[in-house]
Nanobody, 117 residues
Framework: EVQLVESGGGLVQPGESLRLSCAAS????????MSWVRQAPGKRLEWVAG????????YYADSVKGRFTIARDNAKNTLYLQMNTLKPEDTAVYYC??????????RGQGTQVTVSS
């Protein structure tokens, strides 16, 4: 059974940083492309970033390019999202998803990120 468990969310002020983690199990992590997606209140699910299988390439939505970095540690079966220079519009529940873009794939329970002064 595929399991994805996100952590690392919280309340931060604009301009601050957070690092999200996603612990994966139940499948061959190194062989899977992975994504981060998010959903803000009242809005549809939005793809944020993706990374290919193995040491694959990285891809970003225009809204986060240059501020967010997706990475993976295949030895630890863990996916990361480093988020810098956070903005209020980044406020959302962030999900780790199997696949790329992962909008229709298996997701974890999510972690809340709130950016507010």
């Amino acid at each position: 059974e595929v399991q994805l468990v996100e952590s690392g969310g919280g309340l931060v002020q604009p301009g601050e940083s957070l690092r999200l983690s996603c612990a994966a199990s139940g499948f061959t992590f190194i062989g899977a492309a992975m994504s981060w997606v998010r959903q803000a209140p009242g809005k549809r699910l939005e793809w944020v970033a993706g990374i290919g299988s193995g040491s694959g390439g990285t891809y970003y939505a225009d809204s986060v390019k240059g501020r967010f970095t997706i990475a993976r540690d295949n030895a630890k079966n863990t996916l990361y999202l480093q988020m810098n220079t956070l903005k209020p519009e980044d406020t959302a529940v962030y999900y780790c998803a199997k696949g790329l873009p992962g909008l229709n794939g298996v997701r974890g329970q999510g972690t809340q990120v709130t950016v507010s002064s």
